[in-house]
């Protein structure tokens, strides 16, 4: 008798089936509720550039390129205008204090001062001219005076002597009145006499005295002129190197016009252009810092020009201190140029992540992993070597600071 053969519902192709389909299915479940969704991206750790976030002082400084100029320059401008006749020395030739360097002529100042000089002579003849002649009118004078006194003495006693006779009736009326007007008209002759030789010595001497001022200042506009005759010929105001000279024979010279510098060469200094940006932040008195030759120097703020061209304005610094040996006029120096005291902050090293987050976020290498995560924050001031973090990071972490080109917009990084 035949038996029925009953089909097997759970076979080894079935249970196979369904075991890999629960298999997928719980992969699946697990891939989307615990791994990570965002995205990410594998990196090469040796083409990154990895920082340790540090805490120390803080130095606001900027770079600025300076030139050496010497300490002291003195500008050699001709003061009369002329021909140059004669040029004595040639430029980078050391001078001493009044050493002639170059010679001008101006045949105009010379026919002015032999203008000057011929008024000088007819003023001085006029003046002893005009007191010779009040000398010789004080004389007549003198004599005339004498004379009447003279007169008056005889009439005086004449009128005396007939004053006599005419109170004993002795003479004539009209003798004793004679006598009398005679007396009376030598006298107020003698008067007169008198007043006006006072007069006359009172006008001759302000008239000598007014002589003697113009002949003074002519004296003296004559010294000018044979002052201004001296100043072609120009001479080294200091001892020092001249530097430039710009006159050749024959080349006609304006007055003012620049004819060269001389340097001295007691010391240096350092003149540097700064932007216009940092002009409300720059005075005197701020220290600057510079290596040369192996060592490191300290500089201070002297002088602040305010005037403003293409965008910069100079200022000059001065050492604080010695001074590097082998400096040379016209070399440059890079200085760092503090712009406040130091300051304790948290400090992140400059790179190339700046130019793709404005600083607003880093990635942040996680500790004792080979992940870097984005992690968001805020920086403050800044100087060509760090940036000063306000939140974010604390010291110790450490950070990705190269470029973040290569990386997209992915939030999490793998370090291989």
Known sequence: MDRKIEKKRWTVRRIGVFAITAIFVGYVAYTFFFSEHRAGLNVQANRITIA????????????????????????????????????????????????SLVALENT????????????FFDASNNLRNTRLSMQQNKLQLQRDIIELDYNLKNARRKFQRE???????????????????????????RKLARRSF??????????????????????????????KLDNLLIRAPVSGLLTSLNAEIGESKRPGERLGQVDVLDGFKVRAGIDEHY???????????????????????????????????????????????????????????????????????????????????????????KRAQKRQIRLGRQNPEHFEVL??????????????????????????
């Open 198 to 227: 006072i007069q006359d010595s009172l006008f001759r001497a302000a008239q000598i005295d007014q002589l003697e001022s113009s002949l003074v200042r002519m004296q003296k506009n004559l010294a000018v002129a044979k002052q």
């Open 52 to 99: 340790t976030v540090t805490r120390g002082a803080f130095r606001e400084y900027i770079p600025v390129t300076g030139t050496v100029i010497p300490i002291r320059t003195i500008y050699l401008d001709a003061i009369e205008g002329g021909r140059v006749k004669e040029r004595f020395l040639e430029a980078g030739a050391s001078v001493q204090k009044g050493d």
């Open 279 to 369: 002009l409300p932040r720059i005075s005197p008195g701020q220290m600057a810092s510079f290596s040369f030759a192996g060592g490191a120097y300290k500089m201070i703020i002297r002088k602040v020009f305010p005037e403003i061209r293409d965008g910069v304005f100079d200022c000059d610094l001065e050492f604080a201190g010695s001074e590097p040996a082998g400096l040379r006029r016209g070399q440059s120096v890079h200085l760092r140029l503090e712009l406040g005291t130091p300051e304790i902050a948290v400090l992140l090293p400059r790179g190339g992540f700046y130019q793709k987050t404005g600083g607003r976020w880093i990635f942040v290498v996680e500790e004792n992993s």
């Open 391 to 416: 939140q974010g990071i604390k010291a110790g972490e450490k950070v990705i600071i190269s470029s973040y080109d290569a990386f997209g917009e992915n939030d999490f990084l793998l370090l291989r």
């Open 108 to 119: 105009n100042l010379l026919l002015d001062i032999m203008r000057r000089e011929a008024e």
């Open 163 to 189: 004053k006599k006779l005419n109170a004993k009736n002795l003479t004539s009326e009209e003798k004793f009145s004679q006598a009398k007007d005679d007396y009376e008209y030598i006298q107020k002759r």
